[in-house]
C-alpha cells in the first residue's frame, strides 16, 4: 500500500513537472526594429524603448560645433539596412545642417549625414527659431500632454508669419494625433 501511494505521488509529481515545462514563456516585447512590417509608423514608434526628447538630446549633444538646435525629426520604421530609427535634422549657429540617425531601440547614434542647408532654408532663418521662447523639445511635452499622453515621434518647424512654430505628430493608444505649439508655448488651433 505504501509503495503504491510513493508511486502514485512520484508519478503525480513527475507530470504535474510535464504539464509546467509544457507551458508557454510568454515572449519578451520585441524592439521596435523587429516589430511586424504591416503596422504603421505611429504605431511601432508607440514601442521604440527611446522618446523623440531623448533623441532629440542626443542629437543636439553631437557635432564640434556648440549650440545646436533640432528643427525636424521623423519616426522611421526598420528596414533591411535601417534599424528603427529618429532622422533629426540639427542646425549650428554657423548656418551648417547635419541630420542624426538615432536608433529607436537603444538610444545610441547610428549615421550622421551632412545635408545642404539651402533646402531647408528657403522660408525658414536660423535666427526665426532661434529667436523662439519655446524650444522643439518643450514643444514636444506640450503636445503630448494636450494629445492627452502618448509619445510624440515626429516633429517639425514651420514658420508662420514673422515666427516658428512647432508641428508634432503624437502616437496615442489607438491613433496618432497633430499638434502645433507656437514659439510661445501654447498650442496653436
Same mark, same amino acid.
Given at each position: 500500500?505504501?509503495? =503504491?501511494?510513493?508511486?502514485?505521488?512520484?508519478?503525480?509529481?513527475?507530470?504535474?513537472?510535464?504539464?509546467?515545462?509544457?507551458?508557454?514563456?510568454?515572449?519578451? %516585447?520585441?524592439?521596435?526594429?523587429? #516589430?511586424?512590417?504591416?503596422?504603421?509608423?505611429?504605431?511601432?514608434?508607440?514601442?521604440?524603448?527611446?522618446? &523623440?526628447?531623448?533623441? &532629440? #538630446?542626443?542629437?543636439?549633444?553631437?557635432?564640434?560645433?556648440?549650440?545646436? =538646435?533640432?528643427?525636424?525629426?521623423?519616426?522611421?520604421?526598420?528596414?533591411?539596412?535601417?534599424?528603427?530609427?529618429? %532622422?533629426?535634422?540639427?542646425?549650428?549657429?554657423?548656418?551648417?545642417?547635419?541630420?542624426?540617425?538615432?536608433?529607436?531601440? #537603444?538610444?545610441? &547614434?547610428?549615421?550622421?549625414?551632412?545635408?545642404?542647408?539651402?533646402?531647408?532654408?528657403? =522660408?525658414?532663418?536660423?535666427?526665426?527659431?532661434?529667436?523662439?521662447?519655446?524650444? &522643439?523639445?518643450?514643444?514636444?511635452?506640450? %503636445?503630448?500632454?494636450?494629445?492627452?499622453?502618448?509619445? %510624440?515621434?515626429?516633429?517639425?518647424?514651420?514658420?508662420?508669419?514673422?515666427?516658428?512654430?512647432?508641428?508634432?505628430?503624437?502616437?496615442?493608444?489607438?491613433?496618432?494625433?497633430?499638434?502645433?505649439?507656437?514659439?510661445?508655448?501654447?498650442?496653436?488651433?
Amino acid at each position: 500500500m505504501i509503495n =503504491r501511494l510513493a508511486t502514485a505521488a512520484g508519478l503525480l509529481a513527475l507530470s504535474t513537472s510535464l504539464a509546467l515545462a509544457q507551458t508557454a514563456t510568454p515572449a519578451p %516585447a520585441q524592439p521596435a526594429t523587429q #516589430t511586424d512590417s504591416s503596422m504603421k509608423e505611429w504605431q511601432v514608434a508607440k514601442v521604440a524603448k527611446v522618446g &523623440l526628447a531623448q533623441a &532629440l #538630446t542626443t542629437a543636439q549633444a553631437q557635432g564640434d560645433e556648440k549650440g545646436g =538646435r533640432a528643427i525636424d525629426a521623423d519616426f522611421e520604421k526598420a528596414d533591411s539596412k535601417n534599424p528603427a530609427h529618429y %532622422a533629426i535634422k540639427v542646425v549650428y549657429p554657423s548656418g551648417k545642417l547635419v541630420e542624426y540617425g538615432i536608433n529607436a531601440d #537603444t538610444g545610441a &547614434l547610428y549615421k550622421t549625414e551632412n545635408q545642404p542647408i539651402e533646402r531647408y532654408f528657403t =522660408r525658414l532663418k536660423p535666427a526665426d527659431f532661434q529667436n523662439a521662447k519655446t524650444s &522643439l523639445k518643450d514643444a514636444l511635452a506640450i %503636445a503630448e500632454q494636450k494629445a492627452g499622453g502618448g509619445k %510624440a515621434y515626429e516633429a517639425e518647424v514651420e514658420k508662420d508669419g514673422s515666427a516658428v512654430q512647432y508641428e508634432i505628430k503624437v502616437a496615442g493608444a489607438d491613433k496618432e494625433q497633430t499638434v502645433k505649439v507656437g514659439p510661445d508655448g501654447k498650442v496653436v488651433d
